[in-house]
């Protein structure tokens, strides 16, 4: 069979097998938009929570006021006790507690530092640690106010007691995450999964779906096969890969930082390897649907394995090793580097090698396990 018609051949497999379309354009398009729309507010605001407010002073009613009008956090009711907050949190009513303890305002106006109390359920870490942020702010914001007025009236000079109230002033420039928001932290990562994972599948399924039948795919050569499957498959995603890197990108607000010859040159190992890797699942596994369900379950391991969200030194080292064997992880440093980070090329150079041995070693267990199918349909 001549290299063209084999080429049509695939083509023509690929086409019309529903799953396959399904699960490249389909899931590839359809995750562009669902993945981040959980995201879409960047970081919760104007979270529920209640006051219990035990001092009862102007200076705590002042308190109150500013919390209330922080952007992270919106007073909903007051208690006048903490059991009674504690059951309207126990109840899903609000989110957090502020109790501001009694003695507050005489604790302030001897030079003591009073304890304010914070409550949330830390398990949503995201609405936890906004809701900390916002009472922390109001009440740093009005202790360097009690802090200022107590310099002024011992006739420090008001400009002076601006500059003195602590002993350093934050200035924060958030250098790769500029908006400080969760679509520019999770999405890039995250669309190098998706790329790698449907990929697989595609392959996959497409491998197991003509591994029990009779057809073109066993009057070529291995070799052959398999270049031609890439050849698809590949430029295929080449195009999915620049609508993500692109169009998708500019529709989230995400940086673009990458040179677009070095983003080409660096997806091709990382594509044919994902490749390679779904014409192995598709072979071995007995079933092409459980093609889907291996890829599926690995994704969340992958993830949290991939150095972004955990870091590699926390990670057992058996888990980075086995994370190592697959392009995501490589893929995802070197692609967050260039696209997010504006890193130099020779700054993610090992990344590169390391995406072209691991295509290396999974297109030989492709040629294998390919081979012993071939030899079991003839």
Not at 219 to 228: E, F, M
Request: proline fraction near 6%; charge should be positive.
């Amino acid at each position: 069979m001549s290299l063209l018609k084999l080429l049509k051949c695939e083509l023509n497999a690929l086409l019309s097998n529903p799953v396959v379309m399904l699960t490249v354009f389909g899931g590839v398009v359809f995750y562009s938009f669902l993945y981040p729309l959980p995201y879409s507010h960047q970081t919760p605001r104007e979270q529920p929570i209640s006051v219990v407010n035990l001092d009862k002073s102007q200076t705590s009613y002042q308190l109150e006021r500013m919390v209330d009008a922080t952007p992270q956090v919106r007073v909903v009711q007051r208690d006048n006790s903490i059991v009674a907050a504690k059951q309207a949190f126990l109840n899903r009513e609000i989110s957090g507690i502020l109790v501001i303890p009694e003695h507050f305002y005489k604790d302030l106006l001897l030079g003591k530092s009073p304890t304010l109390a914070y409550a949330g359920d830390a398990s949503y870490f995201l609405v936890y640690g906004t809701i900390v942020e916002g009472l922390a702010q109001a009440g740093g914001t009005l202790a360097a106010k009690t802090t200022v007025s107590k310099l002024v009236i011992d006739g420090t000079p008001i400009e002076q007691a601006l500059h003195q109230y602590a002993p350093s002033q934050l200035n924060m420039k958030p250098t790769f995450n500029a908006r400080m928001g969760y679509v520019d932290y999770v999405v890039p990562a995250v669309f190098v999964l998706i790329l790698q994972q449907t990929l697989a599948i595609a392959s996959g399924v497409l491998g197991g779906t003509q591994k029990d039948q009779r057809g073109y795919w066993d009057q070529v050569s291995v070799i052959k096969l398999i270049g031609v499957r890439c050849l698809v498959l590949v430029s295929i995603y080449y195009l999915l890969s620049l609508y993500y890197f692109g169009a998708s990108y500019s529709m989230h607000g995400i940086s673009q930082l990458a040179d677009p010859v070095n983003l080409l040159t660096l997806l091709l190992p990382f594509l044919l390897c994902s490749c390679a890797i779904g014409m192995v699942l598709g072979a071995i596994l007995p079933r092409r649907e459980l093609v889907t369900l291996v890829v599926l379950v690995s994704s969340m391991p992958l993830v949290f394995s991939a150095g972004f969200i955990w870091p590699t030194q926390s990670i057992p080292q058996a888990i980075v090793w086995l994370a190592n064997a697959f392009p995501s992880t490589p893929g995802i440093q070197a692609f967050l580097g260039l696209n997010q980070m504006g890193a130099s090329w020779q700054t993610i150079a090992p990344h590169y090698t390391q995406l072209w041995l691991q295509t290396f070693v999974w297109l030989v267990l492709a040629a294998l396990t390919l081979n012993r199918v071939q030899n079991s349909q003839r």
